[in-house]
């Protein structure tokens, strides 16, 4: 990654697209707190970043985030029992966001009783239920089926208009990054990936796949990331 | 022209219920048949073609059990034994557990032990008897440490590899929800350690029955190990299989405790449950 600006506003609903291996998650990464860049600059509401932080919680590619020897709600009010709060108080709490989650009467539940969807919803739970402002997201439906990430990115969309957080969503999926987002970012391939272009997504709310607007907003994606694709190819 | 179809079709698992070995018998009581199988062969074989001060058959080390269980002697040889391995094997894990949790945590006394855990892999316990012989002398002293040193050894080893390999986004994800370093540890590191540490516990378990009978048949006056090594002195080889049986039964038992203890207490820290 080199010379790579990005700005994000707050309240949106930000995509960040590129091919495979460009460094999408090393964007996440520095905005998280968990690698400093070489050079540059990383803020956050002004201030520069420099550790993880509980305004800017993430919600990480895969389950093995998850902690197996807590049940559901368990997890979902760790941060909670990291802060202090006493157990009644993060029951009532995490209840309410495992409801949020679609996960009403499961929360006695181990992560190994669960679905690949269910235990995103336990990680997307988790990182709201701190209230922190900003929700980092690293392909999280990247390893779900079809059906059940269609879902997830509707339940998302309405968690974000009902909470109002600040979303940076990656994913190598262009017809997801239309679905969800305000603006997509999408980067050119690596190495020395910066920032290719920032679409503005004008569609209406629901977006459907079928509308003529979807499809000619995904051609034109689609054709900037083969050109990508191709040009990553030509350097190997 | 249709190249492939399927029409109609209708597809039933071959096998249905439970599955049954082929002769018909009870999952449960195979090994309890293969047991009875070998010892109706090892009685043949025994009482055929080996005198008994050799090879004694399994009805002559019944007996000696029983004459050695009446007389009080194996009873108190495996109690004595069983304390060296508790005590040594409790000490062990505590030493090793603590050690393994500080080096995976810490960088600097990773770095700074790390000389000693290579060089001490490489030394088994009951080398070390001849110093402990000097420095604890024949009793209780010197049996406790080569125990101690056995088991402090591989709960170490495991401990250290089980901190290591905690995924790093279970650590992550504490962090950006606000965890300091020492919740990190204690919420994070050592319940996702916990399984990788219970498997070196029951691996120094193991060690620890080798080592006390080692250390017994060299240095001692009671114990199993002075059972089996004594009974050889004086041909009474049905008692050396006494000794030897009552080991691998009590190892066995002890596994199993320790098992099902780990399961009741700790099952929700096992990677799956």
């Known amino acids: ?236 | 022209m249709t190249i492939a179809s399927v029409e109609n079709a209708r597809q039933v698992p071959v096998a249905t219920g439970p599955r049954r070995p082929r002769l018909g018998l009870p999952a449960a009581l195979v090994p309890l048949a293969s047991v009875a199988a070998l010892l109706l062969v090892w009685q043949v074989v025994s009482a055929t073609f080996f005198p008994p001060v050799l090879f004694p058959t399994p009805i002559m080390v019944g007996k000696a059990a029983v004459a050695e269980i009446a007389s009080g002697r194996l009873l108190r040889d495996s109690l004595v034994s069983l304390r060296r391995i508790f005590g040594g094997f409790a000490l062990g894990c505590a030493i090793g557990a603590s050690l393994g949790l500080l080096m995976g945590s810490v960088g600097l006394a990773r770095r700074a032990l790390d000389p000693y855990i290579q060089f001490g892999r490489f030394v088994p316990s009951i080398s070390l008897l001849s110093p402990a012989l000097i420095w604890f002398g024949i009793g209780e002293g010197s049996k406790l440490f080569l125990i101690t040193y056995t088991t402090t050894f591989i709960v170490l080893l495991n401990t250290l590899g089980a901190v290591l390999t905690v995924p790093r986004n279970k650590l992550r994800a504490a962090q950006c929800l606000g965890a300091t370093r020492w919740q990190l540890f204690r919420l994070v590191m050592l319940p996702a350690s916990l399984h990788g540490i219970f498997t070196g516990m029951r691996v120094g378990m193991g060690l620890s029955f080798t080592t006390v009978v080692a250390a017994e048949m060299i240095a001692a006056d009671t114990g199993l190990g002075y059972l089996i090594i004594n009974s050889r002195l004086w041909f009474q080889t049905d008692v050396v299989f006494v000794g030897i049986i009552t080991l691998g039964t009590l190892g066995y038992l002890a596994d199993k405790a320790f098992q099902m203890l780990i399961h009741r207490l700790a099952g929700r820290y096992a990677p799956t449950h």
């Open chain 1, 1 to 236: 990654m080199r010379g790579l600006s990005l700005e994000i506003e707050r309240g949106e609903l930000f995509c960040l697209l590129g091919p495979s291996g460009c460094g999408k998650t090393t964007v996440l990464n520095l905005l998280a707190g968990f690698e400093a860049p070489t050079a540059g600059t990383v803020s956050v509401d002004g201030r520069p970043v420099t550790t993880p932080g509980v305004e800017r919680t993430v919600v990480f590619q895969g389950d093995d985030s998850l902690y197996t020897w807590l049940t559901a709600v368990e997890n979902i009010e760790f941060g909670l029992r990291l802060a202090g709060v006493e157990v009644g108080t993060r029951r009532v709490t995490s209840q309410r966001y495992l409801e949020l989650v679609g996960l009403g009467g499961q929360g006695h539940k181990y992560p190994s009783q669960l679905s690949g969807g269910m235990k995103q919803r336990i990680q997307i739970a988790r990182a709201l239920v701190c209230e922190s402002p900003i929700l980092l997201m690293d392909e999280p439906f990247a390893a779900l089926d079809a059906q059940t990430r269609a879902t997830l990115q509707d339940e998302l969309i309405g968690i974000w208009q009902q909470t109002g957080r600040t979303v940076l969503f990656i994913t190598h999926d262009i017809a997801e990054a239309i679905v969800l987002a305000n603006r997509i970012g999408l980067m050119t391939a690596g190495p020395a990936a910066h920032m290719r272009a920032i679409v503005p997504v004008d569609l209406p709310r629901p977006r459907r796949r079928g509308d003529p607007a979807f499809g000619a907003l995904y051609e034109r994606l689609a054709d900037m990331v083969s050109e990508e694709v191709r040009r990553a190819g030509a350097r190997a």
